[in-house]
């Protein structure tokens, strides 16, 4: 039959230029993409190579490696030729290591013009050499380490602050006829970072790359960041994202996709359509929805799973989504597409939902 509909998002894209980290596009005319940054020593080549295979597994479209000493810039050209996804070398301080990352046959380089000495008079060698190995940057202004010039100017990092620092690094760059670079104007606060990247947003056309910087532990770091990146996203503003959390890399990767896939920017897999359960419940709804949310980790493929706490929205839930249960008197009807295929006992209504899931899933599949 035909194939369905794309699902409605809020806003179109914002139109941006277009460039490439190594294999992934970035910009208006590609996915949203999802980035994070290894936690391993660079140095350690197998263990950030691992951590890396752990990301891709994951859903992480582009990698990020710290590149703060020599010797991690020796590691560098056994990750970019392992690594499965593009590898980023992130720069601070030293220009040298741009230019080793290039040589190394990374993907992209992460510059922080704010505090690189002389950056200005740095640009046109990098430019020249990322150009000629096809290599993208991002101009990554951060508010904690912004040019002395504009603090001096502004006193503090304001959205104002950042978008100028931005704005002058970009021109810097395309001043020596190179443009493939996107830009992040990064701050704790996300107030001011949605303010600074709408403001970048209208200043040019160059893709966007989202974050708010120092998030915090798990769960404040997704909150600041789904919340940010959502008043961004819903308008079209961004593309390719990366959720800093103090908390295992592959966590970031499953917020950021989580993100992307509420907003319809990326095509949903497991959904699980859980009630919050209250005073009518006749099951322990928190510890159903943990266990069916683990049990079928890792699903790739498009499905909707209604756990619901009693029969009040549970037919109906249940009739929406591919699979569901609705509990009541120690049993479960199983939903498949809206019709119960079976009643269980209640200590059978994980087991049977993942069954049925896999099933589902098998038939879904791939063709
Ligand atoms: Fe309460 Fe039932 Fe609604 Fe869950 S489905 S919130 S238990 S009324």
């Known amino acids: 039959g035909m194939p369905a509909p794309p699902p409605p998002v809020l806003n179109p894209r914002r139109k941006t230029r277009q460039i490439k980290v190594g294999k992934v596009g970035v910009g208006s ?9 290894t936690t391993t020593k660079t140095t350690d080549i197998n263990s950030t190579l691992q951590q890396i295979a752990e990301l891709t597994a994951a859903g ?3 990698v990020r490696v710290a590149c703060p000493s020599a010797d991690d810039a020796e590691a560098l050209p056994a990750i970019a030729q392992k690594s499965q996804i593009p590898v980023i070398a992130d720069i601070h301080f030293q220009p040298k290591y741009v230019f080793a990352a290039i040589d190394a046959g990374c993907a992209g380089v992460r510059v922080n013009p704010g505090n690189i000495r002389k950056f200005d008079d740095q640009v046109k060698e990098i ?11 991002r101009i990554g202004v951060n508010a904690g380490s912004l040019d002395k010039r504009i603090m001096d100017k502004y006193g503090k990092a304001t959205p104002e602050a950042l978008v100028e620092s931005a704005v002058w690094e970009a021109s810097l760059f395309e001043e020596h006829g190179f443009s493939d670079f996107k830009i992040s104007v990064k701050h704790h606060d996300p107030v001011v970072m949605v303010r600074a990247y709408e403001l970048l947003a209208e200043a040019g056309d160059w893709p966007l790359h989202l974050g708010v910087t120092e998030a915090g532990p798990a769960f404040q770091g997704t909150i600041k960041s789904a919340t940010a990146f959502g008043a961004l ?8 994202i990366r959720v800093s959390l103090s908390a295992p890399p592959v966590e970031e990767i499953k917020v950021g996709n989580q993100i992307l896939e509420s907003l ?10 859980s009630c919050p359960s209250c005073g009518r419940a006749q099951v322990d709804v928190y510890e159903l929805a943990d266990k069916v949310t683990a049990g079928l980790e890792g699903l790739e493929v498009p499905l909707r799973v209604a756990v619901m706490g009693c029969i009040v929205n549970g037919p109906g839930e249940a009739r929406e989504a591919d699979l ?12 498949v597409k809206g019709e119960v295929i079976k009643t269980v006992p209640e200590a ?8 049925e899931a896999m099933r589902i899933a098998e038939e879904n599949g791939d063709p």
């Not at 590609?30 to 940054?37: A, D, L, N, R, T």
């Not at 430019?127 to 940057?137: E, R, T």
């Not at 569901?324 to 939903?335: L, T």
């Open 264 to 273: 319809n920017l990326k095509p949903r897999t497991l959904e699980i359509v």
């Open 127 to 137: 430019s020249k050499a990322a150009a000629d190995a096809g290599v993208s940057i």
């Open 233 to 240: 996203l819903s308008q079209g503003i961004g593309d390719t």
């Open 29 to 37: 005319d590609s996915p949203i993409s999802v980035q994070s940054m």
């Open 324 to 335: 569901g249960v609705a509990s009541g008197n120690g049993k479960g009807q199983i939903f």
């Open 348 to 355: 059978k209504i994980v087991e049977t939902l993942i069954e």
């Open 60 to 62: 992480c479209d582009i």
